[in-house]
């Protein structure tokens, strides 16, 4: 049986490829999140889900509540190993998560660390358990990319191209929008560049996977958010904190409802 995409597309070359989604940027979404919603009350933990290698973690280090990371790639589990910082990191998979009902004061879905099951059925799971593990008044912090902009820029059916090289190694990028499944699909090709030092992550034959994430309204995650007891409390368009219909990201703040 073939691996899902994920689980070929965050190996340990993930790093190389978005070089860009590097510390400084998590320092500034970090910076914002607490202006939009409490992170935690009572000093309960903060899960970081997808927390990839760490790069917001490390930052989120703080004396009033304690980091998990958790993640399903073990080469990004182990860069984030690597970093500076007290924060607890577990293996799995966000649909199951080990932890206990009402433990957390938040849960954060960073830098698009959500919608890859499909559609809105698919993703519910996660959703569930999200809500599940959240004290009641906690917060869930989801920064998605922004789906009407994506939408609008791909249109349904063409497909854009981009190649770059990255330290030894040559990426193509084709993205193109399938109206019909309601996803937006990226075609990654990866080769060594022969000759060089880099890519040392890379295996010798590189690598090809389809990247499929869930293009949604903003009418469906908060129905998603919803039937789990979760309600949009707050919204930001970028790190920066731009208002939501003008930026490139949708930040959004789901509060545990008290029940
Ligand atoms: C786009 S990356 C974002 C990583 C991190 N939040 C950041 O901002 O750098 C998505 C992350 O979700 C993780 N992931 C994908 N599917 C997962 C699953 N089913 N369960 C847990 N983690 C998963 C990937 O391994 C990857 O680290």
């Given amino acids: 049986m073939s691996d899902s995409w994920y689980e070929v597309a965050f190996g340990s070359h993930y790093p190389e490829i978005y070089g860009h989604r590097n510390e ?4 500034l979404c970090l910076e914002l999140l607490p202006t939009l919603a409490p992170l935690s009350e009572n000093g309960l933990p903060v899960l970081d889900l997808g927390c990839g ?13 304690h980091g998990i990371g958790l993640d399903l790639s073990a080469p990004l589990l182990d860069l984030a190993r690597k970093r500076p910082g007290p924060a607890s990191l577990i293996r799995g998979d966000m649909r199951h998560l080990p932890l206990a009902n009402h433990s957390l004061g938040s849960v954060f879905s960073l830098f698009t660390a959500f919608g890859y099951f499909g559609r809105l059925q698919e993703n519910s799971v996660m959703v569930q358990e999200v809500s599940r593990v959240l004290a009641p008044g906690g917060h869930w912090f989801l920064d998605y990319f922004n789906c009407d902009r994506v939408r609008h820029e791909l249109g349904s059916g063409e497909s854009f191209q981009r190649k770059r090289i990255v330290q030894g190694m040559s990426i193509v990028e084709t993205r193109r929008y399938i109206e019909a499944q309601g996803l937006v699909a990226k075609d990654v090709q990866l080769e060594k560049i022969s000759g060089s030092e880099g ?47 003008e930026g490139d990201r949708w930040i959004l703040v789901y509060g545990r409802k008290k029940v």
């Fill in 24 to 27: 400084a940027e998590a320092k």
């Fill in 199 to 245: 890519a040392l992550n890379l295996p010798n034959e590189g690598l090809r996977y389809t990247e499929q994430v869930a293009v949604f309204s903003l009418e469906e995650i908060d129905e998603l958010a919803g039937t789990q007891g979760l309600v949009r409390v707050a919204a930001a368009g970028s790190y920066a904190g731009a208002p939501l219909a």
């Fill in 53 to 65: 290698d760490g790069r917001h973690l490390e930052n989120l280090q703080n004396d009033s509540f």
